[in-house]
């Protein structure tokens, strides 16, 4: 009998590890986890990627990227980031240039650590939204026919079936954020998502937080903001910005006929790009640019591509696109499942995406995510021409006299490593406004550490510093 038992217990632990490696990891799904990516750096926490089906009778499936947190990842929240465009990948984007725990390296061929990633304060979920976007794809042709709706509705079914493949994060605190278009699809979900909870008798979204950077949240404000922006850095004339400021009435501007603008108006705007000009990144104007076709010779050449800005590769887009082009890397990525008839792109060439939801006023759906009791913060890279602090600052402003929120902490500067980060502002205890001091369009790329503070200090739901003290974090 003894043996017998012996034997027993020896088959029933071949069953049990059978069985973790059917359900993975802490009962995550075993055929979505990453085991290593070529040329990654050796890392103690866990990665998956893969398809969620969003439509299965269509054949609609977005791509998904998740990393868990560096230390301790089960008492640390989720947080969800999406790139904006609209049609521009988080994968690309925030997962492996802005925010992700890995670079692509010089060469195109490897990765290197990104010891700011945001992983050090959350788990990370990156999602290609909508279908169209890197690998997300769908069997059905008028599916790459989208807007801000079905695009918020298919990342409402992702996320319910998200949860699916990772039970353990259905309770967990869940944080939405991205950039830029992001301040559409951000919003909008967590509308769809509070909308769930309020109809649901069951399962409900945990939503502790709203944060957008450099969003675009009302383009008749955020347009004029550019050339206003251009005038005060010295990058066009006081004609020039006086004509536009006088001669352009933006109330009418919308993105689908532009043309309703005055012709003086359109003559100066015309001038007013000219004289920017191409070799200036308007997402980062004071960020150098990167010259193509040397890149391109040296990734040829395997060298490592050279660093133009001190501390910022300038080139990693490049970089990037390489990297992920390579079978190997989307192999182990679980990517491009169906092989997909054109290359990896950082964004979409097959979408065609609405040409007036980019004119929908997002105040009131902020508005709605606030009366939740949700915060909102809205952060600014001072350094962007494209979506400026400047439109970004006056909206949340006008958002809080709308709330009939008094102001909590005065405009003034915050501080990490004993420097000035940015300035913020807080009105009501639930809506803050803070720029990020020598920060691009892609805030975290630009500054990644005093990115990294203020996404921490966010979701630990703290107020940024007003003084040069060093924080707990620092």
């Given at each position: 009998?003894?043996?017998?038992n012996?034997l027993?217990?020896?088959?029933?632990s071949?069953?049990?590890?059978?069985?973790?490696?059917?359900?993975?990891?802490?009962?995550?799904p075993?055929?979505?986890?990453?085991?290593?990516?070529?040329?990654?750096?050796?890392v103690?926490?866990?990665q998956y990627?893969?398809y969620?089906?969003v439509?299965?009778?269509?054949?609609?499936?977005?791509?998904?990227?998740?990393?868990e947190?560096?230390?301790n990842?089960?008492k640390?929240?989720?947080t969800?980031?999406?790139?904006?465009?609209?049609g521009?990948?988080?994968?690309?984007?925030g997962?492996?240039t802005?925010?992700?725990?890995f670079?692509?390296?010089?060469?195109?061929?490897?990765?290197?650590?990104?010891?700011?990633?945001?992983?050090?304060?959350?788990n990370?979920?990156?999602?290609?939204s909508?279908?169209?976007?890197?690998?997300?794809?769908?069997?059905?042709?008028?599916?790459?026919?989208?807007?801000?709706?079905?695009t918020?509705?298919?990342?409402?079914?992702?996320?319910?079936?998200?949860?699916?493949?990772?039970?353990?994060?259905?309770?967990?605190?869940?944080?939405?954020?991205?950039?830029?278009?992001?301040?559409?699809?951000?919003?909008?979900?967590?509308?769809?998502?509070?909308?769930?909870?309020?109809?649901?008798?069951g399962?409900?979204?945990?939503i502790?937080?709203v944060?957008?950077?450099n969003?675009l949240?009302?383009l008749?404000?955020?347009?004029?903001a550019?050339?206003?922006?251009?005038?005060?850095?010295?990058?066009?004339?006081?004609?020039?910005?006086?004509?536009?400021?006088?001669?352009?009435d933006?109330?009418?501007?919308?993105?689908?006929?532009?043309?309703?603008?005055?012709?003086?108006?359109?003559?100066?705007?015309?001038?007013?790009?000219?004289?920017?000009?191409d070799?200036i990144?308007?997402?980062?104007?004071?960020?150098?640019v990167?010259?193509?076709?040397?890149v391109?010779?040296e990734?040829r050449?395997?060298?490592?591509?050279?660093?133009?800005?001190?501390?910022?590769?300038?080139?990693?887009?490049?970089e990037?696109?390489l990297y992920?082009?390579?079978?190997e890397?989307?192999?182990?990525?679980?990517?491009?499942?169906?092989?997909?008839?054109?290359?990896?792109?950082?964004?979409?060439?097959?979408?065609?995406?609405?040409?007036?939801d980019g004119?929908?006023?997002?105040?009131?759906?902020?508005?709605?995510?606030?009366q939740?009791?949700?915060p909102?913060?809205?952060?600014?890279?001072?350094?962007?021409?494209?979506?400026?602090?400047?439109?970004?600052r006056t909206?949340?402003?006008e958002?809080?006299?709308?709330?009939?929120f008094?102001?909590?902490?005065p405009?003034g500067?915050?501080?990490?490593?004993?420097?000035v980060?940015?300035w913020?502002t807080?009105?009501g205890?639930?809506?803050?406004?803070a720029?990020?001091r020598?920060?691009?369009?892609m805030?975290?790329y630009?500054?990644?550490?005093?990115?990294?503070?203020?996404f921490?200090?966010?979701?630990?739901g703290r107020?940024?510093?007003?003084?040069?003290?060093?924080s707990?974090?620092?």
């Open positions: 009998m003894g043996l017998w012996k027993c217990g020896f088959l029933l071949i069953a049990l590890l059978l069985g973790w490696v059917v359900l993975g990891v802490k009962g995550y075993a055929e979505d986890l990453v085991v290593k990516l070529p040329g990654q750096p050796e103690g926490f866990k990627a893969g969620v089906d439509d299965v009778k269509a054949g609609r499936s977005l791509f998904y990227y998740f990393v947190a560096d230390k990842p089960e640390k929240p989720l969800l980031w999406l790139n904006g465009g609209p521009c990948s988080s994968i690309g984007g997962a492996f802005e925010l992700g725990p670079y692509p390296r010089g060469d195109g061929r490897g990765l290197r650590r990104n010891s700011l990633s945001w992983n050090r304060a959350s990370l979920l990156f999602v290609e909508p279908v169209g976007v890197g690998w997300s794809y769908s069997n059905t042709s008028s599916d790459y026919y989208s807007d801000d709706a079905s918020a509705k298919d990342m409402h079914i992702f996320m319910m079936k998200w949860y699916e493949k990772f039970p353990e994060f259905k309770s967990r605190e869940l944080f939405l954020t991205g950039e830029s278009y992001a301040g559409h699809y951000v919003p909008q979900l967590a509308d769809v998502l509070l909308d769930h909870n309020a109809h649901s008798s399962f409900k979204f945990n502790k937080g944060a957008i950077g969003p949240l009302r008749d404000r955020d347009v004029p550019t050339y206003e922006f251009f005038w005060s850095h010295g990058m066009i004339s006081d004609e020039i910005g006086l004509t536009i400021m006088n001669e352009c933006f109330d009418d501007y919308v993105f689908e006929s532009p043309h309703n603008v005055s012709q003086p108006c359109k003559q100066a705007i015309a001038e007013a790009n000219s004289i920017v000009g070799y990144n308007n997402y980062d104007v004071i960020l150098d990167c010259y193509p076709s040397i391109e010779q990734l050449l395997r060298k490592m591509a050279t660093k133009i800005s001190v501390g910022v590769d300038v080139c990693m887009t490049y990037r696109r992920l082009n390579l079978p890397v989307q192999m182990a990525l679980h990517a491009n499942r169906t092989k997909l008839s054109y290359p990896w792109s950082m964004c979409s060439r097959q979408l065609l995406y609405s040409d007036t004119n929908i006023n997002i105040l009131p759906i902020l508005e709605k995510i606030i939740n009791g949700i909102v913060w809205i952060f600014s890279g001072d350094q962007d021409s494209v979506v400026p602090l400047l439109g970004s909206l949340v402003r958002l809080a006299h709308d709330l009939k008094k102001i909590t902490v405009y500067a915050w501080f990490h490593k004993r420097q980060g940015g913020v807080e009105y205890n639930l809506l803050t406004f720029t990020v020598g920060a691009a369009h805030v975290p630009a500054q990644p550490s005093r990115a990294l503070h203020l921490t200090s966010f979701v630990r107020r940024l510093p007003n003084n040069t003290r060093p707990i974090d620092e």
